[in-house]
Nanobody, 122 residues
Framework: QVQLVESGGGLVQAGGSLSLSCAASGRFFRINAMGWYRQAPGKQRELVAT???????NFADSVKGRFTISRDNTKNMLYLQMNSLKPEDTAVYYC????????????????WGQGTQVTVSS
């Protein structure tokens, strides 16, 4: 039982910056890997960046050098700092998380937020 709520989306000009946040709440033992995904109209959802609980990161080639993913495990928060934004970055951005329900072990569960709109004008 994990709820994910994204915030920080909006309208910005090309070359500008935006910072997204994702707050996790509910009943769980621990959140493991987390990530940001995005989906533009008429296109499939694609990976933007992922981060492990130990802060190991991975980025899509299209955002390397421009985006930064981070997390605060004590606050159950996930962040995405987006710089040098381009019109092709326009999409709904989704927060994703894998969690473990019991301290006794067992399989992970996968959760998604409802998304936040990012629009970059040219």
């Amino acid at each position: 039982q994990v709820q994910l709520v994204e915030s920080g989306g909006g309208l910005v000009q090309a070359g500008g910056s935006l910072s997204l946040s994702c707050a996790a709440s509910g009943r769980f033992f621990r959140i493991n890997a987390m990530g940001w995904y995005r989906q533009a109209p008429g296109k499939q959802r694609e990976l933007v960046a992922t981060i492990t609980r130990g802060a190991i990161t991975n980025f899509a080639d299209s955002v390397k050098g421009r985006f930064t993913i981070s997390r605060d495990n004590t606050k159950n928060m996930l962040y995405l700092q987006m710089n040098s934004l381009k019109p092709e970055d326009t999409a709904v951005y989704y927060c994703n998380a894998h969690s473990v329900t019991s301290p006794h072990g067992g399989p992970e569960s996968n959760y998604w937020g409802q998304g936040t709109q990012v629009t970059v004008s040219s």
